[in-house]
């Protein structure tokens, strides 16, 4: 079995990538509308393609810098390995954004035609392109790391086998934090810009051809909610993957008594067969997802069919922890389980704090008819509330799968069990991809509805689905990001026993409380960057669509010939945006190393701890009070409390474009955030010891 087995998760993975093709010419097949809504969506994609090509390439360049000081530092540890995994795992993830959003771009005005027939088969086209970027990010994600474990572990034998395949994560990491901060500052620059002179001061409809960040906007829904997600989801699953199998190559894990021998590679197989089988169950997931009804079957037919993936997965794990490392190791199965519960409870938060059906979003709603301030407060204060359920969660998850694993496995089954705990939680990425990339489409498809001049059924029917998107994409981030504590913890675990930190003197040594503060400040400075350069990049657009508005003579009144430029704001934005994400995606890299080489391991664990408490807190209130902000403003527009136009509207709309930046940029980066400095810390141990 431990011969094949990783062989039969590689053609899984290769299933789905088959499953991206056949879901990408189904969407390609659809009709992609008028001349005019053609013409909108191929400025879209240039204007995508143009973002894209300008990032990756300076990614690349910090890829390479990065290889190169993994094969100097770490060259005494097999660093050219490590550095051939970190190329790889960073062009995997490179890959995924770019398979997905090159479809996303192109389904957003095949989505508004469909929607001209009904809410189902908008539904339909909108989820498949979803549904490409969900396989795509969980298909190479599991390849690539299944690769890497067939070559180091099975083919070389090495035994360091588990730290070289941590240059894969480290990859995916790292990429994805730029992809997410990049595409972050991106999107919500433009979006923010747009809404500020078009909605507050010009006082015309979102999307209106005559706003000149219409489609930089609508470019930033591909660029940060589709890529840049992509990116996010990607390299949360891959560190679920990396976590219990850099643990389970400890001695307390490999030597446990299995039989008359030791339990070996089975344990570090079992991952990779519990994601294989959570794909295959993803894969069932997006064949099932249809609705001929309207909204409300909509989301429903969505959130069931991710509930019952979910449980497809669950039941396919126990019978792999009984197939592969027998009955008397059956008891980590019930850390999956929790892995499983914690994420739905996590989603049904969201989905509560975060959706205009329940009573948070409507009192944020209410709240605006006393103006911005009071919006804004009560938006803060749903965003802060949202926490508890999740931190409660985890620490029972936590704890059970610590019990039970260590039950299991005395000595090191319990830092195992909470690896796959967070496995568990994610082992169905490729519906979660799926659910969330769908929402940014329809929200494309909207605005190239409005653009177009359709007629008025069309939009409210966009709306809807974008609505329910929001909701979704907020049940996506609190999957990414409950998973992401988990994650990092089992890496944490497994940085202290690298490092012989199995205790820590609180009171007689101060670098850990050091290393405390220092860690939970990081993720408040980090947001503070991301937050501020949306602020910078969004006062660019509005200043170049004010200038369009006085210079351009009719465009405000709408006159037949008086265009704006639209590639002006595209341009601005994108250099923007670059050149913002510099500075705090290199933070996650640089803060580590150099609190580890000069305040020493013991710094560094505080500085692990500190930095993933603070980090999961923040990234669930800012990612729920920006959805409820979000859906706030979307439910006045739909007629409740006076609609659209009103100062309760205004309110609102104000409440949207702070929430903007919390959910979409310095939020969802947060995860990533933790997960990259753990990574770092853990490759690279051998700097840090003394």
């Known amino acids: ?68 000081l993994l094969a100097v530092a770490l060259r005494k540890q097999d660093g050219w390995m490590v550095m051939l995994c970190y190329i790889f795992g960073a062009s995997c993830s490179l890959s995924s954004g770019f398979v997905g959003l090159a479809i996303s771009t192109k389904a957003n005005s095949r989505t508004t035609q469909a929607a001209r ?74 979006d923010v810009g747009a809404d500020l002179v078009g909605k507050v001061e010009a006082g015309i409809p979102e999307d209106d051809p005559r706003n000149a960040a219409v489609i930089a906007d609508n470019v930033g829904d591909n660029v940060g909610d589709v890529a840049g997600m992509g990116a ?75 509930y019952a993936t979910a449980g497809l997965a669950t039941l396919s794990s126990f019978f792999l922890v009984w197939w592969i490392i027998g009955w008397r190791y059956i008891g980590i199965f019930w850390s999956i389980l929790m892995g499983v519960i914690s994420g739905i409870v996590i989603g049904l938060t969201s989905e509560y704090f975060t959706s205009d059906h329940y009573s948070p979003v409507k009192e944020i709603a ?21 926490t508890v359920a999740p931190i409660i969660i985890v620490a029972i998850a936590m704890g059970v799968s610590f019990f039970t694993g260590n039950r299991a496995i005395p000595g090191g089954g319990g830092v195992f069990s909470i690896g796959l705990a967070a496995l568990g939680m994610l082992c169905t990425t490729g519906m979660v991809v799926a659910v969330d990339a769908y929402g940014p489409v329809a929200d494309n498809a909207g605005g ?22 929001n909701t979704t994409a907020a049940i996506g981030k609190g999957f990414a990001i409950g998973s992401a504590a988990l994650a990092a913890l089992a890496l944490f675990a497994s940085y202290s026993q690298a490092t012989g930190l199995s205790s820590v003197n609180i009171i007689g040594d101060y670098k850990f409380i050091v290393g405390i503060l220092l860690g939970a400040m990081l993720p408040f400075l980090f947001s503070s960057l991301a937050l501020s350069a949306v602020g910078r990049a969004a006062f660019s657009v509005v200043e170049e669509v004010r200038r369009q508005f006085r210079e351009i003579v009719g465009l405000r009144e709408g006159a037949e010939g008086a265009k704006p430029d ?125």
Request: glycine share 12%; proline share 3%.
């Open 117 to 190: 027939t009904g809410v189902g088969e908008a539904l339909t086209v909108a989820f498949r392109s979803g549904s490409v970027m969900g396989l795509t990010v969980a298909g190479l994600g599991l390849l690539g790391l299944t690769i890497c474990y067939l070559i180091f572990e099975v083919w070389l034998g090495l035994y360091n086998s588990a730290n070289i395949i941590l240059g894969f994560a480290l990859g995916a990491s790292s990429v994805a934090l730029f992809a997410r901060v990049g595409g972050g500052i991106y999107t919500k620059a433009a």
């Open 448 to 469: 190239i509805a409005q653009m177009a001049n359709l007629e008025p059924e069309v939009r409210q029917i966009t709306d809807g689905l974008d609505s329910i998107g």
């Open 566 to 690: 639209y590639s002006k704001c595209v341009d601005i934005t994108t250099r923007t945006a670059i050149y913002e994400m510099l500075l705090p995606g290199s933070l996650a890299i640089i803060a580590p190393l150099l609190i580890g080489r000069f305040l020493g391991k013991e710094s560094l664990a505080g500085f692990l701890a500190g930095a993933i408490g603070s980090g999961f807190l923040l990234a669930i209130m800012m990612a729920n009070s920006g959805g409820a902000w979000d859906n706030a403003k979307k439910y006045i527009e739909g007629g409740e409390l006076g609609g659209k136009g009103t100062p309760t509207h205004a309110a609102a709309v104000v409440g949207d474009t702070v929430g903007d930046p919390f959910k979409d940029t310095a939020g969802p980066s947060m995860n990533i955030l933790i997960k990259v400095m753990t990574v770092v810390s853990l490759i690279f141990v051998p700097l840090f010891l003394k």
């Open 366 to 386: 209410k709240s605006s008819q006393t103006g911005a301030a009071t919006t804004i407060i009560q938006g803060l204060s749903v965003g802060m509330m949202s």
């Open 1 to 68: 079995m431990s011969n094949w087995m990783p062989f039969a998760v590689v053609g899984i993975s290769v299933f789905a990538l088959g499953m991206v093709v056949v879901y990408a010419i189904l969407v390609l097949r659809k009709d992609p509308g008028s001349k005019k809504m053609r013409e909108i969506s191929m400025a879209i994609q240039e204007g995508a393609r143009a973002f894209i090509k300008r990032e990756y390439r300076y990614v690349a360049v910090f890829v390479a810098l990065m290889s190169i």
């Open 232 to 306: 996010d989801l990607y390299e949360s699953y891959v560190a679920a993957i990396v976590a219990p199998i850099a643990i389970a190559a400890s001695g307390a894990v490999y030597k446990a008594p299995f039989g008359k021998g030791m339990l070996g590679t089975r344990a570090m197989i079992l991952p990779l067969a519990i994601t294989g089988a959570g794909l295959l169950c993803s894969i069932i997931g997006t064949l099932v997802v249809r609705t001929k009804k309207g909204g409300k079957y909509a989301q429903r037919a969505l959130t069931w069919s991710s």
